[in-house]
């Protein structure tokens, strides 16, 4: 997350590794009680999305994410 200046939020993730979600066709999503700065940062708040928006692809684009 950047304000055009400078990083204000920033989350560095590899797939497949550590936890982070990784499936194609799902959306990583990050936990509708984890939106900060620091929850962002652990694997475990992050999930595959289970919401189909546009089959057979999962996500919620615009829209709040679920918990995970």
Same mark, same amino acid.
Request: aromatic share 8%; with cysteine.
């Given at each position: 997350?950047? $304000? +055009? !200046?400078? $990083?204000?939020?920033?989350? !560095?993730?590899l797939?497949g590794? &550590?936890g982070w979600?990784?499936?194609? +066709?799902?959306? @990583?999503?990050l936990?509708n009680? @984890?939106y %900060? @700065?620091t929850?962002? %940062?652990?694997?475990?708040?992050w999930?595959? @999305?289970t919401a189909?928006y /546009?089959s =057979?692809n999962?996500g919620? =684009? &615009? /829209? !709040?994410? &679920?918990?995970c």
């Amino acid at each position: 997350l950047s $304000d +055009g !200046v400078r $990083d204000i939020d920033s989350v !560095v993730y590899l797939t497949g590794s &550590g936890g982070w979600p990784s499936t194609e +066709g799902k959306a @990583a999503q990050l936990s509708n009680d @984890a939106y %900060d @700065a620091t929850s962002n %940062d652990t694997a475990s708040n992050w999930c595959n @999305a289970t919401a189909v928006y /546009s089959s =057979p692809n999962y996500g919620t =684009p &615009g /829209s !709040v994410n &679920g918990p995970c």
